[in-house]
């Protein structure tokens, strides 16, 4: 057991631009999850995956933010012309497909800055 | 409405003592779990304990156990004897139904221990 394992650890990008996201989750675990978190608050959530197959999005998640899983294994979250109010720590999770009681494994984040 | 209530936004505590750190959640639904993550400034999501609405008995894992008052609606979380290292944000969470579904956070309690 690994960890759930995220790339890149920080990124600073100009407004207007795109940047790609990176989570690779503990291997046994088939749900994944990609949370927001901003200073001083806890996790929001943004979209989920069971396999490749996306099963939820937020209302948060605008039409800029894409998320894929295409293998079932890792999975990617891109946002589009970025925004300041992007700026935030972005979380992947993972769980077991076992009960309501497997909790989510987190990863340390991406944290983005947007300039 | 607010799924998950935190209204301690900071705590403090003496090192050895305990502390109580409260949650209260709404929810319709008649299975659900509750969850406690612990966030250091470090910045990764460290989960500590889980309560499931038909558990009878309170959660308890080593220094720390959840006080849930069902009809209260409420999971507090205990943490006993206190250590330096405990410094950190709490988080409550919730998950409802009994799949695994996203998590729902609240905004958090920032504890600290004095020496």
């Known amino acids: 057991d690994t960890g759930v394992s995220q790339d890149p650890r920080h990124k600073i990008t100009k407004r207007g631009q795109n940047v790609t996201f990176r989570c690779d989750p503990i291997?046994?675990?088939?749900?994944l999850y990609w949370y927001r978190q901003t200073l001083g608050q806890g996790p929001e959530f943004l979209t989920y995956?069971?396999?490749?197959?996306?099963?939820?999005k937020s209302r948060l998640l605008s039409d800029r933010f894409s998320a894929e899983r295409p293998k079932g294994s890792f999975s990617t979250l891109e946002i589009q012309r970025t925004e300041q109010g992007d700026s935030a720590m972005y979380l992947c999770?993972?769980?077991?497909?076992?009960?309501?009681?497997?909790?989510?494994?987190f990863g340390n984040g991406t944290r983005l800055t947007v300039t | 409405a607010q799924k998950i209530t935190q209204t301690q936004p900071g705590m403090f505590v003496q090192e050895k003592e305990a502390v109580t750190l409260d949650c209260t959640y709404d929810?319709?639904?008649?299975?659900?779990?509750l969850f406690w993550y612990k966030q250091p400034s470090s910045g990764e999501m460290i989960f500590l304990i889980y309560q499931g609405s038909y558990d009878e008995q309170n959660a308890t894992e080593g220094r720390y156990s959840l006080n849930f008052q069902k009809a209260r609606k409420s999971a507090n979380l205990v943490i006993s004897a206190s250590q330096l290292g405990d410094s950190a944000m709490y988080f409550c969470?919730?998950?409802?139904?009994?799949?695994?579904?996203?998590?729902?956070f609240g905004k958090g309690t920032r504890l600290s221990v004095i020496a």
């Open positions: 995956f069971q396999n490749e197959a996306q099963l939820e």
């Open positions: 929810t319709s639904d008649q299975s659900y779990g």
């Open positions: 291997s046994e675990h088939n749900r």
């Open positions: 999770a993972s769980s077991s497909p076992y009960q309501g009681g497997s909790p989510l494994h």
């Open positions: 969470a919730m998950r409802e139904g009994q799949r695994n579904t996203p998590l729902v």
